[in-house]
């Protein structure tokens, strides 16, 4: 019998950018109902947090299930004051988050597969889905009326290998790691907020760092499948300033923006 989360599990941690978290015994999805509520002039920090979702989104019209109370499930809604043309980092500090928090846990060879993809020894164990609220327009002063991005994160906790989608994916429980829901979450959210407020204080550098360094995909001969169904192969060799994936292909350097990536090959020798 799987314990349910409680208020004193999920209390803000302190000096962080959380203005608000709510827990939501069952919801559609974390992401849409937040989308809603961004569109209502919701506050910056606005958090969701759900024991269950009935129609959970994933990256790419996919989705997201999870047997409830097993998992995290989470959505934060944030109102950038960076330039839009670096919100594609967002998704990559929210990775980072989740990727540190997933080795405070106790997980031994996490990374993370580009875009947002944390993987414990290269199995999936966290993927991350951020969405744009157009603004408003509204200038109310408190930047309600400012465009929004939600985005949201589920890790699996506690299932066990038959409640995964597949032999692909893994849990905390599976990786020997700690299953307390609360203090996992606890710990995500702070890196979350320091990586979110570094970022959009201007420090791009020490995200990319963060990223870097937990990155499986930089070096590693890959295979992307773009949106357009086109597909880009080559070396993944950097992180472009939008937070795309610059991949060599044969004489020809491509930033890819959104896409599937397939390891084919591991990270070689520089
Ligand atoms: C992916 O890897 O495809 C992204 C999965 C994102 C799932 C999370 S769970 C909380 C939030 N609400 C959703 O509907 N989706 C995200």
Do not use: F
Request: with cysteine.
């Amino acid at each position: 019998m799987r314990r349910p989360l409680l208020p004193q599990h999920v209390a803000l941690p302190r000096d962080t950018l959380w203005t608000s978290l709510q827990l939501l015994p069952s919801t559609p999805s974390t992401n849409a109902e937040l989308a809603e509520r961004a569109r209502k002039g919701a506050a910056h920090g606005t958090l969701l947090v759900a024991e269950e979702q009935t129609a959970g989104r994933g990256r790419r019209d996919r989705t997201w299930s999870a047997p409830a109370h097993s998992s995290l499930m989470v959505s934060a809604l944030v109102r950038p004051r960076a330039d839009p043309a670096l919100w594609g980092w967002l998704p990559l500090l929210t990775a980072v988050a989740v990727a540190e928090a997933v080795q405070g846990a106790g997980a031994a060879d996490t990374e993370i597969k580009w875009p947002n993809d944390v993987l414990v020894a290269g199995r999936k164990i966290a993927g991350v889905l951020c969405e744009v609220v157009p603004g408003t327009g509204d200038g109310t002063g408190d930047g309600a009326g400012r465009a929004a991005v939600v985005a949201g994160w589920g890790l699996n906790v506690d299932q066990a290998a038959g409640e995964l989608p597949g032999p692909q994916a893994t849990s905390l429980r599976l990786a020997g790691a700690d299953t307390d829901r609360g203090r996992v979450l606890h710990r995500a959210l702070e890196r979350w907020s320091c990586w979110y407020r570094r970022w959009d204080g201007g420090d791009v550098a020490a995200v990319r760092t963060a990223y870097e360094s937990l990155s499986s995909t930089l070096g590693a001969e890959v295979r992307a499948l773009l949106p357009t169904g086109a597909t880009v192969e080559g070396r993944a060799v950097a992180l472009a300033d939008s937070g795309g994936l610059v991949i060599r292909a044969g004489r020809r350097e491509v930033v890819v923006a959104a896409a599937d990536v397939v390891h084919l090959r591991p990270v070689l020798p520089p």
